[in-house]
C-alpha cells in the first residue's frame, strides 16, 4: 500500500476530481483535525467534520493474522468517531481534495500490518486458468480437432 497518493479521476458527473490516500501515524487528533505523519517524513493534516466516517480495525490475533470470531469470520472494522483516536496510532485517510482545503472522509485506525488471505489482490488470475487439463488446446478444439 502506497504510504501517501494523490491522483485525479473522473467522478459520476463527467468531472474530475482529486483523491488523496495516506497511510502512517497520528502525530494530532481533536474533533476538528487530524495530522497523520508517514514513514517518509510527509506530514499531512486533514479536516474532521459530520461528513468524515471513522472506523477502527479490530487489533491482530497473537499470530499477526486478522482475528477471527468462533466462527471462523473475520472481525469487522467498529465504528468511531474523532475522539476514539489516539496520538501514536496508525492510520489510513482517504479523501477528496475540494479546493485548497481537504477533509478526510475516511479514516481507518488499526494495525495495517496485520496478513489477511491475500488481502484481495491476485484472485481473479488463475481461477479459470488449468480446470479443463487433458481436454486438449483451444485451437484444436476451434478447428474441430480431437486433443
Do not use: C
Request: aromatic letters at 2%; hydrophobic letters at 35%; proline letters at 6%.
Amino acid at each position: 500500500m502506497p504510504l501517501h497518493a494523490e491522483s485525479v479521476v473522473k467522478n459520476g458527473d463527467g468531472g474530475f476530481e482529486t483523491r488523496l490516500t495516506q497511510q502512517g501515524t497520528i502525530e494530532a487528533v481533536s474533533s476538528a483535525s487530524i495530522t497523520v505523519k508517514s514513514e517518509d517524513g510527509f506530514s499531512q493534516t486533514y479536516a474532521i467534520n459530520a461528513g468524515t466516517k471513522v472506523a477502527k480495525l479490530p487489533p491482530p490475533a497473537a499470530d499477526g493474522t486478522m482475528p477471527r470470531d468462533s466462527t471462523g469470520k473475520r472481525l469487522k472494522p467498529t465504528a468511531a468517531t474523532a475522539a476514539d483516536l489516539t496520538t501514536g496510532e496508525q492510520v489510513r485517510i482517504a479523501d477528496v481534495k475540494d479546493g485548497s482545503g481537504i477533509t478526510a472522509g475516511q479514516i481507518v485506525a488499526g494495525a495495517p500490518g496485520a496478513q489477511g488471505p491475500g488481502n484481495g489482490l491476485g484472485r481473479g488470475l488463475g481461477n479459470g486458468l488449468g480446470k479443463q487439463l487433458g481436454n486438449g488446446h483451444w485451437k484444436d478444439k476451434a478447428a474441430g480437432q480431437a486433443p
